[in-house]
């Protein structure tokens, strides 16, 4: 199994990007996929989660409405961020957990499967 991560890069203060998340080798057709991200020097926190059917979302209160979380598939998940804030930056992951029809949790170790991460810099 593999998630696959992309779309990071380096942007201006109040720009956007767009990151994108490939699953394969199984389908997570039942499962949550999330976003979390680790800024520098400091732990893994949780960005964003959807739910298997996309029904449901769960976003981190620092997001503050400038982040989309979206499913674009079974197997592929997206980030927009909007409004980009130097303190944005980090690595970014792609998750999903192993169990079906399961809650969107914030917990890193709720999650079973884990991509390579995607560097956002957010220059001021």
């Known amino acids: 199994v593999q998630l696959q991560a992309s779309g990071g890069g380096l942007v201006q203060a109040g720009g956007s990007l767009r990151l994108s998340c490939a699953a394969s080798?199984?389908?997570?057709?039942?499962?949550?996929m999330a976003w979390f991200r680790q800024p520098p020097g400091k732990e893994c926190e949780f960005v964003a989660g959807v739910s298997w059917r996309a029904s449901a979302v769960r976003y981190a209160d620092s997001i503050e409405g400038r982040f989309a979380i979206s499913r674009d598939n079974e197997n592929t998940v997206s980030l927009e961020m909007n409004s980009l804030k130097p303190e944005d930056t980090a690595v970014y992951y792609c998750a999903a957990d192993g169990l079906s029809y399961g809650l969107i949790y914030t917990g890193e170790k709720e999650y079973m499967y884990w991509g390579q991460g995607t560097l956002v810099t957010v220059s001021s």
């Open positions: 080798g199984r389908t997570f057709s039942k499962n949550v």
